[in-house]
């Protein structure tokens, strides 16, 4: 196993929180809980949705900064460095995160070239001569579009690898002092100008008055499941992010502080969303084709629709990359660690093979490939990969971390972790019995509904 002599390092706080925050605000925060808040009831959603983040999605990613920290190494290095005080070595969770990292970047690239695509249609004012049929139906016409989608996953891959390829100091935390101003600047903006439409009143109302007979008990555990995993946790995103802090800054506060704005940044996006679907008599419960088939129609309808337009997706755009440089991080990081490769060699090298990775995701829609695969597996190539990373690696990765912190790393560590730099230490003993006992058995119950072990809907008779 290589050592690094030098460990990079966050340059302040405010990178690491910024570069962190960046991680969890992506397309789960503006596409993904806009759709399912309005599956889901709104209001009593959002309530739930917020105590999950408290009681599982903070004490976690606490336990993952700590895990970096604590060793200064990327996710399999850092358990195999930990598992010294237990007789198993861990290291395998670490892979977990690494490999998790390969598949959710080889996809979620794809979808980023699709924001990259619809931010280009938007300039050239594509939608303005299109009936709602026709544009709804664009998004049809380009997951058909193997070679569209290629090229666009390719330009995605060259700036995510373009940022990491600077380091940490040079790249990450100098690229997310920039995105992460302007993604929040353009939201606020546009949330401004929500603020002006007939549907705001309704929209404020349906996301904060709780209505509890809207709510099935598995809306609960998809409240729980996007608690979890909008705060990129499972993947060893935030173990690496994590490593390359110094000891004396205040993981406890730094936590909350990541958690709240991501948090704020999933509301104001539903805030954002949701009075311009009431507005113009569409529905919150659009579903996964609201940010690529019922927003073009909308902003085709609206005085100064294209400008909205092109500032939403680059938006989009914006957080996908954010999100994207830290997926490439982790799994640069670990063979920077295991095999002392240098970083530009690591990037490059991982850059390419996920762009490779990610080729049959980006010509699911056209069929160009594995022709038989959704007659074998019953789904495309795009949403097994999804499947398999969501619904296995990232919940599985993610209880194993709860299970390692709370019961088998090495409790002066973990205590003294916490401790340093904190002026919530009082707060140890009820993080720990959240992260031994709730952060399991709640991470737990989501692999089993999520993979079809239970139906909690069934089980309740409802």
């Known amino acids: 196993m290589a050592v690094n002599q030098t460990r990079e390092q966050w340059g302040s706080k405010l990178g690491f929180i910024l570069a962190a925050t960046g991680s969890a605000v992506g397309l789960g925060n503006l596409w993904k809980f806009p759709y399912i808040t309005g599956e889901n009831g709104g209001g009593i959603f959002v309530l739930i949705y917020l105590v999950c983040i408290a009681v599982v999605g903070i004490p976690v990613f606490l336990a993952e900064v700590m895990i970096g920290r604590a060793t200064q190494s990327s996710p399999v290095v850092a358990f195999d460095k930990l598992s010294n005080a237990s007789k198993t070595n861990w290291n395998f969770v670490g892979w977990i ?9 080889s996809y979620y690239s794809v979808v980023a070239g699709w924001a990259l695509n619809y931010t280009l249609m938007s300039i050239s004012h594509f939608f303005d001569t299109l009936s709602p049929d026709k544009i709804s139906q664009t998004f049809d016409v380009l997951y058909a579009s193997g070679d569209i989608n290629v090229f666009w996953h390719a330009v995605f891959m060259l700036l995510t690898v373009g940022v990491v390829y600077g380091g940490i100091k040079g790249g990450i935390e100098k690229w ?9 600047g353009i939201l606020v903006v546009l949330f401004f100008y929500a603020m002006t439409l007939d549907g705001f009143g309704r929209s404020f109302k349906f996301l904060f008055y709780p ?3 809207k709510l099935k008990p598995s809306g609960v555990l998809e409240a729980l499941g996007h608690a979890f995993f909008t705060l990129s946790l499972g993947m060893g995103a935030i173990i690496t992010y994590g490593s390359y802090l110094s000891k004396k800054e205040d993981l406890v506060k730094t936590s909350v502080i990541i958690a709240v704005l991501d948090t704020a940044v999933a509301i104001i996006a539903t805030l954002v969303l949701f009075p311009i679907i009431f507005t113009f008599g569409y529905e919150p419960q659009a579903g996964p084709g609201l940010l690529f088939k019922t927003l073009p129609i909308i902003f085709s309808q609206i005085p100064g ?3 909205l337009s092109i500032i939403f997706f680059l938006l989009v755009v914006f ?5 994207g440089m830290s997926l490439l991080e982790v799994v640069s990081a670990n063979f920077i660690d295991l095999l002392g490769w240098g970083r530009k060699k690591a990037v490059l090298i991982m850059g390419s093979i996920i762009f490779i990775i990610g080729i049959p995701s980006a010509l699911s829609g056209s069929g160009a490939i594995f022709k038989n695969w959704e007659v074998i597996y019953g789904i495309n190539f795009f949403d097994t990969v999804d499947y398999l990373a969501s619904n296995w690696l990232l919940p599985i990765g993610g209880l194993l971390i709860a299970v390692f912190t709370g019961w088998f790393m090495d409790r002066r560590v973990r205590e003294n972790e916490f401790m340093t730099g904190t002026s919530f230490g009082r707060g140890y003993k009820y993080w720990l019995f959240l992260i031994r006992f709730v952060a399991p058995v709640a991470v737990f119950i989501i692999v089993l509904q999520r993979v079809g072990f239970i139906n909690i809907d069934k089980l309740f008779s409802w």
Request: avoid cysteine.
């Open 305 to 307: 629709g294209m400008i």
């Open 97 to 105: 995160g690494v490999f998790s990292g390969f598949i959710i970047l």
């Open 319 to 323: 957080a996908a990359l954010t999100s």
């Open 211 to 213: 209505d509890v007979s």
């Open 176 to 184: 997310s002092r920039i995105l992460m101003p302007l993604l929040l």
